[in-house]
């Protein structure tokens, strides 16, 4: 685990490394035979890393301090600071810029394709890479809902949201049958299960887009697939045992 987190921290990253935080919180979870001493657990285990990465983020290489940016207390380069705060900034700029358009295309929406000499031709030498103006015209909105609301409307919008709900209910669902089997294979499902959790999360609050949503819907359903598998392979009685505790 310790070398998985320093891994997605390297990247500079945190989303990945937020992503790979809950998403082994999720999975222990899960395992945990006493979850709400697990919730406990982990927050005293959070207080501790933060203290940790506290008292070493001034030896941090300058990737890592992107990563850990946002813990605080931490020590960052004054220049990984800025560019850490530019990228927040940079997205509220894109989410203002296409919410305030979003009342025209709340039925409808915009489609989720464009012309790319079209839109070059719009955009001129005037509109670098990554303005509001850019990433409108590009349908780059670095935000699921919204790209969803303004690219596919308000149907387009609830239906994602529905299909969200669904699969997550069954992901969660099947993360509680899978708690009390103690197998190799049980523990993967369950993996698999968690991280495909926290996406559906990931895709509201982090980063989402259509292609990532399909994506989402494949991975979810060879996922569901695996874990009924591993169900049907039990014993009778251990199905059984499984289903008592997943009710």
């Known amino acids: 685990i310790f070398m998985s987190l320093t891994a997605a921290a390297a990247t500079g990253f945190r989303s990945r490394l937020v ?15 006493n979850r709400a001493g697990f919730i406990v ?4 285990a959070g207080l501790m890393m933060w203290g940790t990465i506290v008292a070493v983020s001034p030896a941090m290489p300058k990737n890592m301090q992107r990563a850990i940016s946002f813990v605080p207390g931490a020590t960052v380069d004054q220049r990984t600071a800025i560019e850490a705060t530019h990228s927040i900034d940079w997205r509220l700029e894109i989410w203002e810029y ?28 005037a509109d670098p890479y990554g303005t509001p103006w850019q990433a409108f015209l590009t349908h780059t909105y670095h935000s699921g809902p919204i790209e969803i609301l ?3 409307g308000i149907p387009g919008l609830l239906a994602v949201f529905s299909l969200h709900v669904l699969i997550f209910k069954r992901l969660w669902g099947y993360s509680i049958k899978l708690a009390p089997i103690d197998t190799a294979s049980s523990r993967y499902a369950s993996y698999l299960c968690a991280s495909q959790l926290w996406l559906a999360v990931a895709f509201y ?7 990532g949503f399909a994506n989402w819907i494949v991975q979810s359903a060879v996922v569901m697939v695996i874990t009924k598998n591993i169900l049907n392979e039990q014993k009778p009685d251990q199905i059984l045992a499984t289903k008592a505790d997943g009710n």
């Open 19 to 33: 992503g790979m935080i809950l998403t082994v919180g999720i999975y222990l979870f899960f395992r945990s035979k």
């Open 41 to 44: 657990s982990s927050f005293i």
């Open 98 to 125: 296409a919410l305030a358009r979003a009342s025209d295309y709340l039925i409808i929406g915009r489609g989720g394709t464009f012309d790319v000499m079209e839109t070059v031709g719009q955009l001129g030498i």
């Open 150 to 152: 303004l690219d596919y």
């Open 205 to 211: 609050i982090v980063f989402g887009y259509m292609v």
